[in-house]
């Protein structure tokens, strides 16, 4: 998918690349989505990284550094939120489906176990529940509350940082202690008593 700067014209099909500074990560995928796509339209040039991640790559289109980025749509939507000074532009290539990778001697056993298992989830309506907690509500920070979010990051967080770094280092963390009742609450068992505060 190709994203670029907010403040350009929009970006909807590769006609509108030219004279763009592109970038993305070499060895991605997505330069070779580019590489084919300039055998249909020579002038388009770009630069490529390895050693760049999508965070990087998306902070240097909102900062001007390139005018846009290709990268894959999923990358964009957990990033987009952080920068909401880049906007979404087309697909470049053929949708791609994510696919899970197995030993190639160790036989089918773990194959079969992981397709069970996503099988379940999917059945269970688990697998919908996770796609729409982590991808389905992408958009929901327009503009300025993206905006708002990153100031209210930046100003308070620092205040915090002390508290979550000791946090870890608890008997029982805060999370461990909601993940157990999250798991105990399916079951039907009542609700705990709320956690231990923070001593400030």
């Known amino acids: 998918m190709l994203v670029y ?16 500074e592109i970038g993305t990560i070499r060895g991605s995928g997505a330069d070779q989505a580019l590489r084919e796509l300039q055998a249909e339209y020579p002038e388009l040039g770009w630069r490529e990284s390895p050693d760049v991640e999508v965070p990087e790559l998306l902070s240097r289109v909102e900062s001007g550094n390139l005018d846009a980025a290709v990268v894959y ?11 909401p000074g880049v906007e979404r532009g087309f697909t470049i290539g053929q949708p791609l489906s ?5 030993p190639a001697h160790g036989g089918l056993r773990l194959q079969q176990e992981a397709n069970r298992f996503l099988q379940q989830l999917q059945q269970e309506g688990v697998l919908d529940e996770l796609v729409d907690r982590h991808f389905g509500h992408d958009d929901y920070l327009e503009y300025v509350g993206a905006r708002v979010f990153i100031a209210h990051l930046h100003e308070r967080l620092p205040d915090y940082t002390a ?8 008997p029982v963390s805060i999370g461990d202690y909601w993940r157990h009742w999250a798991t105990r609450s399916r079951t039907g068992t009542p609700r705990p008593p709320p956690p231990p505060a923070f001593a400030a």
């Open 5 to 20: 700067r907010r403040g350009l014209p929009p970006v909807n099909e590769p006609e509108g690349l030219a004279g763009l």
């Open 73 to 83: 749509d999923h990358q964009f939507r957990i990033n987009r939120i952080f920068f």
């Open 98 to 102: 994510m696919a899970w990778a197995f």
């Open 163 to 170: 508290l979550f770094r000791e946090a870890p280092a608890t």
